[in-house]
């Protein structure tokens, strides 16, 4: 059985290369070998930051994404990195979220996928946007 981990150029790479921004960042996929279960998975950044585009200063959240995979799932290291790439992004947080989902969506073409940001407070407002792309129904699946 091959596991499709042949075509991986990051994970096992002993010479992390950090990206300097999301559009250096490479997102890997693997053939999802279990396609036929319908499963669900859940992947959580409890320390993800960017920049305020204005302020340039760090704004701190947890990211939740989760996906129902159709043909491809993430290559969990390379989703790291792509994360860590926007720590000197300036960029808002509703659109950072939408980026992250968009660029997922464009690689793996999941049946369903969930990002939510959970931005820590600032001036007192906690900003989470929240978006979904593909099966609106299958989408009441995911928690």
């Known amino acids: ?21 999301p559009e250096e960042a490479k997102l ?10 319908g499963y669900i998975i859940n992947l959580d950044c409890h320390e993800f930051t960017c920049l305020c585009p204005k302020t340039a200063q760090p704004d701190f959240a947890k990211i939740y994404i989760s996906y129902i995979p159709d043909e491809f799932i993430v290559e969990s290291k390379s989703l790291k990195l792509y994360l860590f790439a ?20 464009r690689l793996l073409k999941t049946k369903v996928l969930k990002v939510v940001g959970d931005f820590m407070p600032r001036g ?3 900003i989470k946007p929240i978006v ?6 299958l989408a009441k699946t995911l928690c």
Do not use: C, W
Not at 28 to 37: G, K, V
Not at 132 to 137: H, R
């Open 28 to 37: 890997e996929a693997i053939p999802n070998l279990s396609q036929a279960n």
């Open 124 to 126: 007192g407002i906690a």
């Open 1 to 21: 059985m091959r596991s499709g981990a042949e075509n991986l150029n990051l994970l096992g790479n002993l010479e992390t290369q950090y990206p300097g921004s």
């Open 86 to 105: 926007y720590r000197n992004t300036g960029i808002f947080h509703e659109f950072v979220i939408n980026k992250i989902a968009s660029d997922l969506q």
């Open 132 to 137: 979904v792309l593909g099966d609106k129904e």
